[in-house]
Protein backbone atom coordinates (compact mmCIF):
# COMPACT_ATOMS: atom_id res chain seq x y z
CA UNK A 1 0.00 0.00 0.00
CA UNK A 2 1.26 3.54 -0.85
CA UNK A 3 2.17 5.68 1.76
CA UNK A 4 1.49 9.54 1.39
CA UNK A 5 3.98 11.05 3.22
CA UNK A 6 7.67 10.31 2.63
CA UNK A 7 10.10 10.90 5.50
CA UNK A 8 13.11 12.26 5.50
CA UNK A 9 14.63 11.98 9.06
CA UNK A 10 14.82 10.20 11.85
CA UNK A 11 15.41 12.51 15.39
CA UNK A 12 17.50 9.52 16.95
CA UNK A 13 19.59 9.17 14.23
CA UNK A 14 20.20 13.35 14.00
CA UNK A 15 21.06 12.93 17.39
CA UNK A 16 23.29 9.82 17.01
CA UNK A 17 25.27 11.35 13.91
CA UNK A 18 25.74 14.90 14.88
CA UNK A 19 26.55 14.66 19.08
CA UNK A 20 29.55 13.11 20.23
CA UNK A 21 30.90 11.59 17.56
CA UNK A 22 34.63 12.58 16.56
CA UNK A 23 33.94 13.37 12.98
CA UNK A 24 30.50 14.54 11.48
CA UNK A 25 28.69 12.60 8.75
CA UNK A 26 25.54 13.59 8.28
CA UNK A 27 22.70 11.92 6.89
CA UNK A 28 20.02 13.79 6.85
CA UNK A 29 17.57 11.18 5.03
CA UNK A 30 15.58 8.48 6.76
CA UNK A 31 12.63 6.89 6.59
CA UNK A 32 11.77 6.02 9.98
CA UNK A 33 10.40 8.45 12.42
CA UNK A 34 10.85 9.86 16.24
CA UNK A 35 8.56 12.10 16.93
CA UNK A 36 10.25 14.64 19.72
CA UNK A 37 13.59 14.99 21.74
CA UNK A 38 14.53 17.18 24.12
CA UNK A 39 18.19 17.61 25.34
CA UNK A 40 20.54 19.30 27.74
CA UNK A 41 24.06 20.34 26.08
CA UNK A 42 25.99 20.03 29.39
CA UNK A 43 25.49 16.35 29.04
CA UNK A 44 24.57 15.87 24.91
CA UNK A 45 27.62 18.32 23.58
CA UNK A 46 26.95 19.08 19.85
CA UNK A 47 30.35 18.61 17.18
CA UNK A 48 32.21 21.45 16.57
CA UNK A 49 31.25 21.18 13.00
CA UNK A 50 27.78 20.07 11.61
CA UNK A 51 28.30 20.55 7.30
CA UNK A 52 24.89 21.65 5.88
CA UNK A 53 22.20 19.62 6.18
CA UNK A 54 18.23 19.66 6.07
CA UNK A 55 15.77 17.72 8.79
CA UNK A 56 11.86 17.35 8.37
CA UNK A 57 11.79 19.03 11.94
CA UNK A 58 11.33 22.02 14.17
CA UNK A 59 14.39 22.81 16.36
CA UNK A 60 14.79 25.03 19.10
CA UNK A 61 17.95 25.90 20.98
CA UNK A 62 18.48 27.77 24.01
CA UNK A 63 22.37 29.03 24.40
CA UNK A 64 23.71 29.58 27.86
CA UNK A 65 27.26 29.27 27.75
CA UNK A 66 29.53 29.14 24.88
CA UNK A 67 29.59 30.70 21.53
CA UNK A 68 29.18 29.68 17.62
CA UNK A 69 28.34 30.34 14.26
CA UNK A 70 24.66 28.84 13.06
CA UNK A 71 23.68 29.39 9.48
CA UNK A 72 20.11 29.44 8.39
CA UNK A 73 19.62 29.18 4.56
CA UNK A 74 21.28 32.22 3.33
CA UNK A 75 21.50 34.23 6.87
CA UNK A 76 24.39 33.50 9.42
CA UNK A 77 24.43 34.26 13.11
CA UNK A 78 27.35 34.52 15.87
CA UNK A 79 25.24 32.60 19.13
CA UNK A 80 26.28 33.41 22.32
CA UNK A 81 24.60 33.16 26.02
CA UNK A 82 21.54 34.19 26.28
CA UNK A 83 20.19 33.96 22.90
CA UNK A 84 17.51 31.64 21.57
CA UNK A 85 17.42 30.02 17.95
CA UNK A 86 14.41 28.50 16.09
CA UNK A 87 15.01 26.14 12.98
CA UNK A 88 11.72 25.38 10.45
CA UNK A 89 11.43 22.10 8.97
CA UNK A 90 12.97 21.96 5.54
CA UNK A 91 15.68 24.83 6.16
CA UNK A 92 19.55 24.16 5.39
CA UNK A 93 21.57 24.58 8.14
CA UNK A 94 24.69 24.27 9.58
CA UNK A 95 26.91 24.91 12.95
CA UNK A 96 30.87 25.68 14.10
CA UNK A 97 31.14 26.11 17.22
CA UNK A 98 33.36 29.13 18.42
CA UNK A 99 34.82 27.56 22.05
CA UNK A 100 33.94 24.68 24.07
CA UNK A 101 31.82 24.42 27.31
CA UNK A 102 29.03 25.09 25.37
CA UNK A 103 25.46 24.71 27.26
CA UNK A 104 21.95 24.99 27.10
CA UNK A 105 19.13 23.13 25.24
CA UNK A 106 17.86 21.59 22.22
CA UNK A 107 14.00 20.57 21.75
CA UNK A 108 13.75 18.59 18.20
CA UNK A 109 9.92 18.55 17.61
CA UNK A 110 8.44 16.74 14.35
CA UNK A 111 5.19 18.32 12.94
CA UNK A 112 3.44 14.56 13.41
CA UNK A 113 3.91 15.42 17.75
CA UNK A 114 1.14 17.84 17.76
CA UNK A 115 -1.24 14.84 16.50
CA UNK A 116 -3.38 17.53 14.74
CA UNK A 117 -3.88 19.30 17.52
CA UNK A 118 -5.20 22.38 16.23
CA UNK A 119 -3.35 25.19 18.13
CA UNK A 120 -0.04 23.97 18.52
CA UNK A 121 0.03 23.20 14.48
CA UNK A 122 -0.81 26.75 13.65
CA UNK A 123 1.04 28.43 16.51
CA UNK A 124 4.63 26.86 15.12
CA UNK A 125 3.39 27.26 11.10
CA UNK A 126 2.74 31.40 11.76
CA UNK A 127 5.21 31.81 14.26
CA UNK A 128 7.40 34.63 13.25
CA UNK A 129 10.68 33.67 14.39
CA UNK A 130 10.71 30.41 12.59
CA UNK A 131 11.89 32.60 9.27
CA UNK A 132 15.16 32.02 8.42
CA UNK A 133 16.03 36.23 8.45
CA UNK A 134 14.19 36.36 12.22
CA UNK A 135 15.48 33.00 13.62
CA UNK A 136 17.80 34.22 16.61
CA UNK A 137 16.66 36.44 19.61
CA UNK A 138 18.62 37.58 22.17
CA UNK A 139 16.86 37.67 25.54
CA UNK A 140 17.22 39.62 28.75
CA UNK A 141 19.44 38.01 31.74
CA UNK A 142 15.79 37.10 33.62
CA UNK A 143 13.90 35.96 29.81
CA UNK A 144 16.80 33.76 29.69
CA UNK A 145 16.63 32.37 32.91
CA UNK A 146 12.94 31.71 32.87
CA UNK A 147 13.24 30.32 29.59
CA UNK A 148 16.11 27.25 30.70
CA UNK A 149 13.47 26.68 33.22
CA UNK A 150 10.90 26.00 31.24
CA UNK A 151 13.48 23.74 29.52
CA UNK A 152 14.06 21.84 32.00
CA UNK A 153 10.14 21.35 33.70
CA UNK A 154 9.97 19.61 29.48
CA UNK A 155 12.82 17.44 29.99
CA UNK A 156 11.02 16.11 33.21
CA UNK A 157 7.65 16.23 31.68
CA UNK A 158 9.41 13.92 28.96
CA UNK A 159 11.00 11.37 31.25
CA UNK A 160 8.00 10.70 33.13
CA UNK A 161 5.32 8.65 32.81
CA UNK A 162 2.16 11.03 33.23
CA UNK A 163 -0.52 10.45 30.68
CA UNK A 164 -1.29 13.84 29.98
CA UNK A 165 2.58 14.76 29.75
CA UNK A 166 2.06 15.93 26.18
CA UNK A 167 -0.10 18.46 27.28
CA UNK A 168 2.58 19.65 30.14
CA UNK A 169 4.93 19.55 27.25
CA UNK A 170 2.96 21.56 25.06
CA UNK A 171 2.07 24.66 27.57
CA UNK A 172 5.72 24.99 28.19
CA UNK A 173 6.49 25.23 24.42
CA UNK A 174 4.12 27.33 24.55
CA UNK A 175 5.47 29.69 26.97
CA UNK A 176 9.04 29.37 25.43
CA UNK A 177 7.65 30.37 22.49
CA UNK A 178 5.68 33.90 24.00
CA UNK A 179 8.97 34.69 26.37
CA UNK A 180 10.38 34.64 22.93
CA UNK A 181 8.33 36.85 21.54
CA UNK A 182 8.26 39.49 24.49
CA UNK A 183 12.08 39.99 23.81
CA UNK A 184 11.35 40.56 20.51
CA UNK A 185 15.02 41.29 19.82
CA UNK A 186 16.51 40.03 16.98
CA UNK A 187 20.20 39.30 16.30
CA UNK A 188 21.43 41.11 13.68
CA UNK A 189 22.90 38.12 10.95
CA UNK A 190 25.60 38.36 8.75
CA UNK A 191 25.10 37.29 5.33
CA UNK A 192 26.60 34.41 4.05
CA UNK A 193 29.75 34.25 1.54
CA UNK A 194 28.84 33.67 -2.05
CA UNK A 195 30.61 30.44 -1.93
CA UNK A 196 28.10 29.02 0.91
CA UNK A 197 25.01 30.70 -1.12
CA UNK A 198 26.36 28.35 -3.79
CA UNK A 199 26.63 25.47 -1.61
CA UNK A 200 23.03 26.15 -0.33
CA UNK A 201 21.39 26.52 -3.93
CA UNK A 202 22.48 22.91 -4.86
CA UNK A 203 21.67 21.70 -1.54
CA UNK A 204 17.78 22.93 -2.02
CA UNK A 205 18.13 22.18 -5.89
CA UNK A 206 19.34 18.52 -5.19
CA UNK A 207 16.52 17.92 -2.60
CA UNK A 208 13.51 20.08 -4.78
CA UNK A 209 14.80 17.17 -7.96
CA UNK A 210 13.73 14.05 -5.74
CA UNK A 211 10.83 14.64 -4.76
CA UNK A 212 8.55 11.69 -5.99
CA UNK A 213 5.38 11.26 -4.12
CA UNK A 214 4.14 9.47 -7.21
CA UNK A 215 5.08 7.56 -10.28
CA UNK A 216 4.45 10.32 -12.61
CA UNK A 217 7.03 12.20 -10.71
CA UNK A 218 10.34 11.67 -12.35
CA UNK A 219 13.32 12.78 -11.31
CA UNK A 220 14.79 15.40 -13.70
CA UNK A 221 18.05 16.52 -12.84
CA UNK A 222 20.75 14.09 -11.73
CA UNK A 223 24.09 15.53 -12.97
CA UNK A 224 26.45 17.51 -11.52
CA UNK A 225 26.71 19.18 -14.52
CA UNK A 226 22.91 20.01 -14.60
CA UNK A 227 23.19 21.28 -11.36
CA UNK A 228 26.07 23.48 -11.94
CA UNK A 229 24.37 24.96 -14.85
CA UNK A 230 21.31 25.80 -13.26
CA UNK A 231 23.25 27.89 -10.67
CA UNK A 232 25.61 29.47 -13.86
CA UNK A 233 28.48 28.20 -12.05
CA UNK A 234 31.22 25.69 -13.54
CA UNK A 235 31.09 22.30 -12.21
CA UNK A 236 34.55 22.03 -11.27
CA UNK A 237 34.11 25.22 -9.32
CA UNK A 238 30.75 24.09 -7.57
CA UNK A 239 32.33 20.66 -7.07
CA UNK A 240 35.40 22.06 -5.05
CA UNK A 241 32.69 24.76 -2.86
CA UNK A 242 30.58 21.45 -1.79
CA UNK A 243 33.40 18.89 -1.25
CA UNK A 244 35.02 21.63 1.17
CA UNK A 245 31.87 22.61 3.19
CA UNK A 246 30.17 19.33 3.46
CA UNK A 247 33.32 16.30 2.82
CA UNK A 248 31.40 14.79 0.12
CA UNK A 249 31.87 15.45 -3.64
CA UNK A 250 28.81 16.91 -6.12
CA UNK A 251 28.37 13.00 -7.28
CA UNK A 252 28.92 11.27 -3.77
CA UNK A 253 25.65 13.64 -2.61
CA UNK A 254 23.56 12.99 -6.09
CA UNK A 255 24.35 9.07 -5.82
CA UNK A 256 23.47 9.26 -1.95
CA UNK A 257 19.90 11.06 -2.72
CA UNK A 258 19.35 8.62 -4.96
CA UNK A 259 19.96 6.11 -3.05
CA UNK A 260 17.64 7.27 -0.67
CA UNK A 261 15.13 8.16 -2.71
CA UNK A 262 15.42 4.43 -4.20
CA UNK A 263 14.89 3.01 -0.56
CA UNK A 264 11.95 5.00 0.75
CA UNK A 265 10.45 4.14 -2.43
CA UNK A 266 10.82 0.85 -1.84
CA UNK A 267 10.19 0.78 1.63
CA UNK A 268 6.82 2.58 1.36
CA UNK A 269 5.24 2.28 -1.72
CA UNK A 270 4.01 -0.98 -3.51
CA UNK A 271 5.12 0.27 -7.11
CA UNK A 272 7.04 -2.43 -9.15
CA UNK A 273 10.53 -2.46 -9.32
CA UNK A 274 10.33 -0.84 -13.32
CA UNK A 275 8.09 1.86 -11.86
CA UNK A 276 10.89 2.92 -9.71
CA UNK A 277 13.52 2.70 -12.29
CA UNK A 278 11.79 4.69 -14.19
CA UNK A 279 10.79 7.05 -11.48
CA UNK A 280 14.42 7.95 -10.88
CA UNK A 281 15.27 8.60 -14.11
CA UNK A 282 17.15 5.43 -15.29
CA UNK A 283 16.60 4.47 -18.77
CA UNK A 284 16.24 0.64 -17.80
CA UNK A 285 15.33 -1.31 -14.63
CA UNK A 286 18.50 -3.44 -15.01
CA UNK A 287 20.64 0.16 -14.71
CA UNK A 288 19.27 0.71 -11.67
CA UNK A 289 19.45 -2.49 -10.38
CA UNK A 290 22.93 -2.46 -11.25
CA UNK A 291 23.39 1.53 -9.38
CA UNK A 292 21.47 -0.13 -5.73
CA UNK A 293 23.75 -3.26 -5.99
CA UNK A 294 27.09 -1.74 -6.26
CA UNK A 295 25.73 0.68 -3.39
CA UNK A 296 24.37 -1.62 -1.05
CA UNK A 297 25.55 -5.20 -2.01
CA UNK A 298 21.94 -6.53 -2.25
CA UNK A 299 19.03 -6.39 -5.03
CA UNK A 300 16.46 -4.16 -4.93
CA UNK A 301 13.73 -7.04 -4.99
CA UNK A 302 16.05 -8.61 -1.95
CA UNK A 303 15.86 -5.26 -0.13
CA UNK A 304 12.21 -4.87 -0.53
CA UNK A 305 11.50 -8.75 0.72
CA UNK A 306 13.81 -8.22 3.96
CA UNK A 307 10.87 -5.41 5.45
CA UNK A 308 8.58 -7.63 4.05
CA UNK A 309 9.85 -10.19 6.36
CA UNK A 310 10.44 -8.44 9.30
CA UNK A 311 6.76 -6.76 9.57
CA UNK A 312 5.48 -10.74 9.85
CA UNK A 313 8.03 -12.07 12.29
Not at 85 to 108: R, T, V
Not at 161 to 187: P, S, V, Y
Not at 262 to 278: E, F, P, R, Y
Amino acid sequence: MQKSEIPRHKIQAFEQINFQIPFLKVEPYLPEETYFSIKNRKFQPANAYISPNRRNFYKLMHVTEGTGTLTIGLYQYLLGPGMIAFIHPDEIISWQSEGPNAEGHFCLIHPNFFDETAHMVSLFRTYPYFQPAKAVIQLSDAQSEKINQYFELIMQEERGTNEDKKQAIFLQLQLILLEAQRAGKNLADVGVTENYSYVHGFLALLESAFQTKNSSDLVKIKTAAEFAELLNVHPNYLNTLVKNQTGKTLREHIQERMLYEAKVLLKHTDWDIQTISGALGFSEQAGFAAFFHRKEKISPSLFRNSFVSAIHI
